[in-house]
């Protein structure tokens, strides 16, 4: 309950006084799920309606294969969206492509909510689990997988000591607290 109330909250700083998405929360969501090489695509895209894959590249000096396969990543997450015409002179198939602005407040839901839920996994593994490390910290393992090494380091064939993740859990602790 208390993590619906802050996506409600969450959802009123998405949205500024006119409306329209704040530049942040776009640019983080882009980033997270399909990287910084997207982001002038998805700005340039951002108001346009319907805008051929071939002015894109050419517009932001981009290659038309590279201009496509991002386009292509970003569509995997519904960030963008096309209509595909044929061309009636040529008889090729042309992509124009539109900004989809209203998926961003569920897409930072579902990233934050993804968060929350890894974190909690690994606290429960930290919690659950013994782990050994070498003086070094070439590998981290859990008390099952130094056994099978000997509690020696496959890295560096130094003695694997317990480690003490009190620090580790009361993190995550804390990051969980952060996002709820």
Not at 79 to 106: A, H, M, P, T
């Amino acid at each position: 309950m208390v993590f619906n109330a802050k996506v409600k909250k969450m959802e009123q700083v998405l949205v500024t006084k006119n409306g329209k998405m704040n530049k942040k929360f776009i640019e983080e969501v882009v980033t997270e799920l399909v990287g910084e090489e997207a982001l002038p695509i998805v700005f340039y895209l951002r108001g346009k309606k319907r805008i051929s894959e071939f002015i894109i590249a050419e517009e932001l000096d981009l290659e038309i294969h590279k201009t496509r396969n991002l386009l292509y990543r970003l569509y995997e997450h519904n960030i963008v969206q096309f209509l595909r015409k044929k061309d009636k002179i040529k008889g090729w198939y042309i992509c124009y492509w539109d900004f989809n602005e209203l998926i961003i407040s569920e897409l930072v839901k579902k990233l934050a909510s993804n968060k929350v839920k890894q974190i909690r996994e690994r606290l429960e593994r930290e919690k659950t689990n013994t782990f050994y490390m070498c003086k070094n910290a070439c590998v981290r393992m859990t008390f099952d997988d130094s056994i099978e090494y000997n509690f020696k380091c496959p890295e560096c064939g130094n003695i694997m000591q317990e480690q003490d993740n009190s620090r580790t859990i009361e993190f995550l602790q804390n990051r969980l607290k952060e996002l709820n």
